[in-house]
Nanobody, 123 residues
Framework: QVQLVESGGGLVQAGGSLRLTCTYS????????MGWFRQAPGKEREFVAA????????YYADSVKGRSTISRDNAKNTVYLQMNSLKPEDTAVYYC????????????????WGQGTQVTVSS
C-alpha cells in the first residue's frame, strides 16, 4: 500500500521561506515521477512542480518558477519543495502525488495523493 505524507507547512510572513517534505512509503519510489499541487479555498487544485524519477528533469508552474525548487532523495523515499519569496497568493493546502502518466502538469496523471499540508502566507 502506497502512502504519501506531507509535512513542513505552516504560517509564514510574505517574503519568507518554507520547505515542504513528502515521505513515500513503499519500495517503488524511485520508479515514479513525483509532483506537488496546491488548492486554495474556493479554487481548483493546481499544478505547482514535478520531478522525474531520477531527478533529472523538473517542471514548474509559471506562478512559482524562480521562487521554488523541487528535489528528491531516492535513498530516503522523499521529495521536497523549497519555496522562497512567498506571497499571500501562495496560501493553499499543498499536496504531493505520485505520477503515473506522461503529462505531469495534470492532476489525472497522478494516482496516489497525500493528505496535504497547509501553507499560510500573511501579508
Amino acid at each position: 500500500q502506497v502512502q504519501l505524507v506531507e509535512s513542513g507547512g505552516g504560517l509564514v510572513q510574505a517574503g519568507g521561506s518554507l520547505r515542504l517534505t513528502c515521505t513515500y512509503s513503499g519500495r517503488t519510489f524511485s520508479l515514479y515521477d513525483m509532483g506537488w499541487f496546491r488548492q486554495a479555498p474556493g479554487k481548483e487544485r493546481e499544478f505547482v512542480a514535478a520531478i522525474t524519477k531520477n531527478g533529472g528533469t523538473t517542471y514548474y508552474a509559471d506562478s512559482v518558477k524562480g521562487r521554488s525548487t523541487i528535489s528528491r532523495d531516492n535513498a530516503k523515499n522523499t521529495v521536497y519543495l523549497q519555496m522562497n519569496s512567498l506571497k499571500p497568493e501562495d496560501t493553499a493546502v499543498y499536496y504531493c502525488a505520485r505520477g503515473n502518466s506522461r503529462n505531469l502538469y495534470n492532476a489525472p496523471s497522478y494516482d496516489y495523493w497525500g493528505q496535504g499540508t497547509q501553507v499560510t502566507v500573511s501579508s
